[in-house]
Every structure is written in C-alpha cells, then in structure tokens.
C-alpha cells in the first residue's frame, strides 16, 4: 500500500464551483426551518445557496467521506450561526442509515456525485490523469485498497472488466493485458507509470481525438477504488427513509452509468401497481414511494458550461417522497 498523503489542507485547493446551483435551489425547494441533507459537502457551494435559500434558519446535515472536508464545515457552520450545522464523516451510504435509524428525517436531500475540483487538483491524491503523482485515489484514506493496489493485485480479465463496465474503455483488454505484463517487472506506484502503459497500448490511431488517453481507465478505477456505484445504490434506498413526505431529492451524476442507476432507481420508486392490466383486482399492493419531478434529465446550459467546463457532464433528476410507508 502507498504512503499515506494525509492530512491535506483544503485551504490551499481550488475552490469548487457548484454545478447547477440555480437548478438545484429550485428542485429542492427548500424554505427556513427546513431540514437539509447534504451527502456530497465538498467545499459547500450548494451548502450556501441552500442555507440562503433557508434565510439561514433550520438545520444542515452535511456528509463526506474525505476528512479534509471537516474545515470546509466549520467556516460553513461559522457563516451560518443561526443555523443548527452538524458534520458527519464517512460514506453517504451509512451515514443516512444511521441518520434514519437515529430518526432524523430530513425536507431534502441532495446528493453531488463523483469528485470535487479539490480532490482533483490536489496532485498527491492521484486522480488526475495529467500530473504523476502516487496512485492512489481514495476519498477516504482509511479505506485500505487504492488505485495501485487494484492496479497490481487483480487479475488481467478483473483489470479488462473494470475497464469495459466502469469506463466504457474500447481497448480494455488490451490496455489490461500491458499492465499485467508491464506489472511483472515492477509494481505500479504512480499515475505516470499508468498513463505511460496506457498510451503504449492503444493503437496510434486511436490516440487522437478521443480526449485524455487514460481518461476513461481513470474514471473506472476512480469508481472501483471508492465503490461509488455501490455507495450510490445503497445511498439512494436511504435516502427512501430519511425523506419526510413530500419531502425532496436532487442527484448530480456526471456519468452514463451514474445516471442510468439514478434514473431506473427513481422510476422504480415512482411506480405504482405492477400487476397486469387483465388481473381485476391489484394483488402486488405496490405503491408510489416517489414522485418524479424531472421527466428529462436537467443539463447545465452554455453559460455554465462556459464558465465551469467541468460542469458539462452534469445531469441532475429530482424526485419528491410521497406519504406511502415502505412495506
Ligand atoms: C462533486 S463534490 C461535491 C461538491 C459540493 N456539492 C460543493 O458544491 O462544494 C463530491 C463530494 O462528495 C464526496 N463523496 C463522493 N462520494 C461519497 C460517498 N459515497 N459518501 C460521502 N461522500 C462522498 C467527495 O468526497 C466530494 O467531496
């Protein structure tokens, strides 16, 4: 396992510019008093907008799963000295089991998947492509496997799969099959070495016109090293629980396979009765745990765009509890 790059001040990264801030305000409609969950804190960009929008009353639950977020909270909670503001550390997925369990329930929930502009730019934590740095990738550094770990000890067909499926990679059994090969004589320890195989294995052709050669095997170890389809489907059915009815939820995803997942979960919620229209009385008792607000995905339009490139694969979908109790 690497060195530990911890602790990293956040004062020093670049600020992160929220994504569809002005959207997500109105989807999740939120008024003073209210109860906000916030799963994704990040520099807490919606955070202000939101407590703005609350007029600074009511309570704001912010998670993260990287600790470097905690000072980030606490100039939030200073600015905000009326409002009860309370952090917890740790992944989205638990912490809104324990929020539901301890019997919290909130009037919205938003989640802002993926990394922050900050965990980007900061090159130690190897999420970048575009500097050599150690390999790393874990939002959360207690977590014990990282990006080189993955890179070194799963197997050539594991490395192709996670490739294909996580960063619809054209050349993923290729580029799996150099590293193994290239593995052999040295362990991987940073993004460059990676990047390097990477460009060696994709066809000369193919190295052009495509964006960044190794984007997408970064994508695909980024999400396997934090689990982030995992922690999305575990967070999305708590989110079922905490959500008072008629209370709100936003998800930002910035890629396919995020979207895909929020957008069947969300459908799946939505609906009612699924017997067959033949059968004269429902026998299934399915009723609507949600209402969605959003029948098209919500893209940023070409200002922002413009001004944040980084918000251009944004999606966002926003749903509404209803009062049906899970069965
Ligand atoms: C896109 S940033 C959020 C930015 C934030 N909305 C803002 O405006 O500053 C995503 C944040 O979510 C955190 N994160 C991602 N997946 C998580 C998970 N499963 N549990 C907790 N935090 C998570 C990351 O550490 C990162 O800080």
């Known amino acids: 396992m690497l060195r530990s790059v911890w602790p990293v001040s956040p004062a020093s990264l670049t600020p992160h510019l929220p994504v569809l801030a002005r959207e ?5 409609d939120v008024e003073p008093g209210m109860t906000v969950v916030d799963c994704t804190f990040g520099a807490g960009g919606h955070a202000a907008l939101l407590a703005e929008a609350m007029g600074g009353r009511g309570a704001y639950i912010g ?18 000295p009326d409002m009860s503001a309370r952090f917890v550390r740790g992944n989205f997925a638990l912490g809104l089991r324990n929020l539901a369990a301890t ?14 502009s900050m965990q980007i730019d900061q090159p130690e934590r ?32 594991e490395l192709a799969d996670m490739f294909h ?14 590293i193994v090969r290239r593995r052999a004589e040295r362990p991987y320890t940073r993004s460059g070495e990676l990047v390097d195989t990477i460009r060696g294995a994709i066809p000369k052709p193919a190295l052009f016109g495509q964006g960044h050669p190794a984007k997408r095997v970064f994508q695909a170890l980024r999400i396997a090293v934090n689990d982030e389809l ?7 059915e708590q989110a079922l629980e905490v959500l008072r009815p008629g209370g709100r939820l936003a998800v930002i995803s910035f890629h396919s396979l995020e ?17 067959p229209p033949d059968l004269p009385v429902c026998g299934c008792g399915r009723e609507p745990l949600l209402r969605v607000l959003t029948p098209r995905v919500v893209r940023p339009g070409a200002a922002e765009t413009e001004e944040n490139p980084r918000a251009a694969s944004a999606r966002l979908r926003a749903a509404e509890r209803t009062e049906v109790e899970r069965p």
């Open 63 to 80: 998670l993260d799963r990287d600790p470097t977020v905690r000072e980030h909270f606490a100039g939030f909670r200073d600015a905000h």
């Open 230 to 236: 995992g922690a999305l489907d575990l967070g999305l």
């Open 103 to 116: 019997g919290v329930r909130a009037d919205a929930i938003l989640l802002d998947l993926g990394v922050s």
């Open 259 to 275: 979207d895909r997942a929020v957008k069947h979960f969300l459908r799946d919620a939505a609906a009612g009765c699924v017997c």
């Open 24 to 28: 997500v305000v109105a989807w999740l």
């Open 126 to 157: 190897g999420f970048s492509y575009a500097t050599d740095a150690p390999l790393d990738m874990r939002m959360d550094p207690s977590e014990p496997r990282t990006a080189a770990d993955l890179v070194n000890e799963s197997t050539e067909r």
């Open 165 to 178: 499926r996580y960063g619809e990679e054209r050349f993923s059994r290729p580029i799996a099959r150099a």
